[in-house]
């Protein structure tokens, strides 16, 4: 395998010329308001498209000051995690970063999926994804020195297409697989109760304000698609731009080297000397905004009740007073009393710990994909979704109603 490494940078190369022309394409496309690139050409746009989608990928920020430094997650990461424990715990591998040698070390068997070593090579390769490894040779051995995260970690997930957790990678969709908990509580260098609390959030969920509040009560992974045109992000709308919220995460939960005030929340973090944050924060947004929510796959849902659940969703369930517009929110006009969200009451409620005290009305484009729902994903289905708008809201609808408005729901 050694040897085959040889030929790496040529397809990472190919692969990154590839990725490059995709963006380009889907620049194109671009031109709306708010991609961070008003007035730029359609060349530049593209460019800067391009550029955040390598952030995107694979810039840590300098956040293994982190993750490496702090919880010394490279220990345990570069010799305790197998490729199999690693995708037991939701990590992703990128099908398109292995050279034809690893893909056939794999089907073959010859590549020890079991084995720690194969991690280290998959993170030489930059196969595994939201994750970036530091891997040098340490007396004759590839040994992994330092170890950061990306935005793909949490919003990136891959189609499969090679094997379970292995395949293309899809940026924007969030991985609901993942377990960011269960992969901080291997730190060495967190006590017994900090450990508890990690793993008590479970897979696809993740607690953003754990690390500033002490209150525990972790939110689903969203999506980062389907954002463009919508100037309130998060659950809780606490930001007007993408750009507010990406540079909360990437110095306040990642660890990245920079600095994130907000007097709303009483705020005010400065990682390290140099800022590695703001200067990307632009491609960043522009490449998040760039991404188009996933259609419904063609046969997934029932057209004809569709049709009947879009006037259920239009009349007798109100939906559309809330959820309203092409992307089905309001949420550039108003936010909402937490008693709106049908999650809510909870305790410690999450509104509360926000920097609106509010809810922002969901868009609902891709929601087809993107199961289970509401901030703390209490509904499993869009059947339950409908279910429990009708029951807590007495909607009166009839089961043929609530089973039609899934449908529609699917169908976004
Ligand atoms: C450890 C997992 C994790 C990582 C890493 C992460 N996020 Fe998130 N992200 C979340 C969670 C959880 C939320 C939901 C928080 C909320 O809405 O209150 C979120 C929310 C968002 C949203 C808001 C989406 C919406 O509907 O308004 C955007 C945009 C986003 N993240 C982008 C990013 C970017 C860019 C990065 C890298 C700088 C990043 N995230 C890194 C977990 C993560
Ligand atoms: C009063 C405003 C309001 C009305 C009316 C309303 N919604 Fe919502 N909806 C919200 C808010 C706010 C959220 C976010 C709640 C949360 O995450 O806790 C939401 C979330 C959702 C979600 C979850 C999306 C996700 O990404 O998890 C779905 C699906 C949804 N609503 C469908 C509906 C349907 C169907 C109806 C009609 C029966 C409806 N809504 C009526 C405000 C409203």
Request: no cysteine.
């Given at each position: 395998m050694r040897k085959e490494l040889g030929s790496l940078g040529a397809v990472i190369a190919a692969a990154a010329a590839a990725t490059a022309a995709a963006a380009l394409v889907v620049g194109c496309g671009g031109g709306g308001s708010g991609g961070g690139g008003g007035g730029l050409s359609q060349e530049d746009q593209a460019a800067l498209v391009a550029q955040g989608q390598q952030i995107f990928r694979f810039d840590t920020f300098g956040d293994e000051a982190q993750w490496s430094d702090k919880l010394r997650m490279h220990e345990v990461v570069g010799t305790a995690v197998s490729p199999e424990a690693a995708l037991a715990v939701g990590l992703k591998v990128d099908a398109q970063a292995l050279p034809a040698a690893v893909v056939q070390g794999i089907q073959d068997g010859s590549i020890d999926l079991k084995s720690p070593a194969t991690t280290v090579a998959l993170l030489k390769l930059d196969a595994v994804v939201g994750l970036k490894g530091t891997v040098e040779t340490v007396g004759g051995k590839d040994a992994l020195t330092r170890l950061g995260v990306t935005c793909a970690l949490c919003h990136s997930t891959v189609d499969n297409s090679f094997a379970p957790g292995i395949g293309k990678r899809l940026d924007g969709w969030p991985n609901r697989d993942l377990d960011p908990g269960a992969?901080?509580?291997?730190?060495?260098?967190?006590?017994?109760?900090?450990?508890?609390?990690?793993?008590s959030w479970g897979k696809g969920k993740y607690d953003p304000r754990f690390n500033i509040d002490g209150l525990s009560k972790p939110v689903v992974i969203p999506p980062?698609?389907?954002?463009?045109?919508?100037?309130?992000?998060?659950?809780t709308g606490d930001g007007t731009d993408i750009a507010y919220w990406n540079r909360y995460v990437a110095v306040t939960q990642m660890g990245g080297q920079g600095s994130f005030t907000d007097v709303r929340l009483n705020l005010s973090i400065t990682n390290g000397t140099v800022d590695l944050v703001t200067s990307k924060l632009p491609a960043l947004q522009a490449y998040q905004l760039s991404l188009k929510a996933p259609p419904a796959p063609a046969g997934s849902f029932d057209a004809a009740a569709a049709?009947?659940?879009?006037?259920?969703f239009e009349g007798a369930g109100k939906c559309v007073t809330c959820h309203s517009g092409a992307l089905f929110t309001d949420a550039n006009s108003m936010l909402h009393p937490p008693g709106d969200s049908m999650a809510e009451p909870e305790v410690p409620s999450y509104a509360a710990r926000s920097a609106t005290r509010m809810y922002r009305t969901s868009p609902l484009r891709g929601v087809w994909q993107h199961a289970p729902y509401f901030h703390d994903g209490s509904a499993a289905t869009l059947e339950d979704v409908a279910s429990t708008y009708n029951t807590r809201q007495s909607l009166g609808l009839s089961p043929q109603q609530i089973s039609d408005l899934a449908q529609y729901l699917k169908a976004q």
């Open positions: 992969i901080i509580a291997l730190s060495p260098a967190l006590d017994a109760a900090r450990k508890a609390v990690y793993l980062a698609y389907g954002l463009e045109g919508i100037h309130s992000v998060t659950f049709a009947r659940g879009r006037l259920v």
